[in-house]
């Protein structure tokens, strides 16, 4: 009878953990981020969860050192309604929450080269559900997208707001490049607030000298484009090379988004050594104490 199964109020989180050979350490990538967004997406659904951002980071390093993953890992926290209620509604009702880890490789197999498709699906809006939330329930919009353009024989869906203009994939944001420029819907398209998309932002600003505009992307702008890759936590960085039956650039892999996938990967395993805090180490050097 749990709420939560019969109605979708749960949020949840979606993290990743890099597991380095060299330097015997499992890499976490943006841990509190994540977790400042899970109380959001909470916030959103009136839960009141008595952990603060940096009690839920070390519960999720302390069970990654109990689980001695030596390889990479997704983390998925969640929060959800437990009552065994019947009855809609997001109040007064008791919260739950749990964490587990489990080893994990690719969100999508051609990640250096996926055919997409524009879903018949329209993005679940602001006002109906937020976006900028992880919620539980709203998947359902990004499972009917994925469904169909798997079955289609795509690796992945992009889905466009009720006013036509694009969104994001199905659980993952996107950026197109044109003319050199990288360009990305707004947090006011109905998108997920991705840490990702954050992150990328970022490094093609500072590192890549490469100038990243928001603004509304029309759909027949992705099949001009020189370029377009997902962006997120699950898919990491992955190319898009087709978009329905017509190649994005000359079809294969762009310039920019090489560049930006080779440092990406660099970066969260802790290859390069950089941007340390966006990584946290799970193992910590024991200090020996002296004797008393
Ligand atoms: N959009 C949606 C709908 C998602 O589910 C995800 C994955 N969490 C993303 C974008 C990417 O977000 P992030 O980079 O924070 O993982």
Redesign the pocket.
Known sequence: MTHALHYGTACFG?IRGYWNDDAEQLFVFRIRD?YR?FLNSAKLLMMDLPHSEDELSEITLNLLRREGWREDVYIRPLAYKADEKIGVRLHNMTDEMTIFSVPFGRYIEKEEGAHVTFSSWRRIDDNAIP?RG?ISGAYVN?AFAKSDALLAGFDEALVLNADGHLA??????IFIIRDGVAVTPPVTDN??E????KTIKHLLQSDLGVDVIERPIDRTEVFVADEAFF????VQVASITRVDHRPIGDGAMGAITSRLRDLYFDIVRGKDERYGHWRTPVHVEQSVSSPA
């Not at 994001?168 to 944001?173: I, K, L, P």
């Not at 991705?194 to 998309?197: A, E």
């Not at 962006?231 to 699950?234: D, P, Q, R, S, Y």
Request: charged content about 25%; glycine content about 22%.
């Open positions: 979606g994540h967004r976006a992880k990004s994001e994939g199905s659980a993952e944001n998108i997920l991705g840490i990702t998309r962006c997120g936590t699950g």
